[in-house]
């Protein structure tokens, strides 16, 4: 049940404001030129990049990298190390928010699959011993 009432669902959605506040989770889609500009920290044909704001300014975002995913859409999970972007190389910005409809669905189905396994395993019958038919009859 604590798994239904915890898991969640996330998406990224564009950033609102000209400047995401720190803190906030983002997600930065890479054009040609940021791809370059990113070769040396990065590696080659880094596609977009994932992270924390630490900092936001009119021409570069700082961000503490949560991972890293190339142009053959392949991540690579990264440890919060700093790393300035510059926004003339980002193509779109998105925040990492929230998605109620895919967090409800997901936890009415984990809970519905653990009732289900609950009462396929006996139901109240484990807990009550009321599952079997006797043994033996008064007659």
Not at 65 to 94: C, D, F, K, Y
Not at 116 to 133: A, F, H, K, Q, V
Request: glycine content about 16%.
């Amino acid at each position: 049940m604590l798994l239904a009432v915890t898991a969640a669902c996330y998406t990224y959605r564009p950033v609102e404001t000209p400047s995401p506040k720190v803190g906030t989770q983002v997600s930065a889609e890479l054009n040609r030129d940021g791809s370059s500009a990113m070769t040396p920290v990065l590696g080659p044909d880094v596609a977009e990049v994932n992270g924390k704001v630490v900092e936001a300014s009119a021409d570069t975002l700082r961000l503490s990298l949560v991972s890293v995913t190339n142009q053959r859409g392949i991540p690579t999970s990264w440890r919060g190390e700093l790393v300035p972007v510059p926004r003339a190389g980002v193509n779109s910005l998105g925040q990492r928010r929230l998605a109620p409809g895919g967090t409800a669905l997901l936890s009415v189905g984990i809970t519905a699959g653990l009732y289900l396994l609950y009462r396929l395993i006996g139901g109240p019958s484990i807990i009550e011993g009321t599952g079997g038919t006797g043994g033996g009859g008064g007659q």
